[in-house]
């Protein structure tokens, strides 16, 4: 599956923006999807990820109460609503999907489709 993430930008802190991911070339509604971030000199760390129905999530500890991962598998999109944001969500954003289908994971390990990341840069 080809994605395409699009809806990075420049905020300031306490800011939302919305991301998206277009998925192509596969049956979209099989696979968990995730989204990734990597900040300067830091590894790449799971963000949130929904499984292929869309009613298991997970999110790291930093951005729960704040970002919501959901999906549209009639659109072949999976998006990410981040509101309060905080300098230190700065990063650029990847979504993901596993190769394998119904296979329910969070390890960077896992996902072997990547798009091609969008920068978010919240300002303080």
């Known amino acids: 599956v080809q994605l395409q993430a699009s809806g990075g930008g420049l905020v300031q802190a306490g800011g939302s923006l919305r991301l998206s991911c277009a998925a192509s070339?596969?049956?979209?509604?099989?696979?968990?999807m995730g989204w990734f971030r990597q900040a300067p000199g830091k590894e790449r760390e799971i963000v949130a990820s929904?499984?292929?129905?869309?009613?298991?999530?997970y999110y790291t500890e930093s951005v729960k109460g704040r970002f919501t991962i959901s999906r549209d598998n009639a659109k072949n999109t999976v998006y990410l609503q981040m509101n309060t944001l905080k300098p230190d969500d700065t990063a650029v954003y990847y979504c993901?999907?596993?190769?394998?289908?119904?296979?329910?994971?969070?390890?960077?390990?896992?996902?072997?489709?990547w798009g091609q990341g969008t920068l978010v840069t919240v300002s303080s």
């Open positions: 929904v499984d292929w129905s869309g009613t298991g999530t």
């Open positions: 993901a999907a596993p190769e394998v289908a119904y296979y329910w994971t969070i390890r960077p390990k896992d996902f072997g489709s």
């Open positions: 070339g596969g049956t979209f509604s099989l696979y968990t």
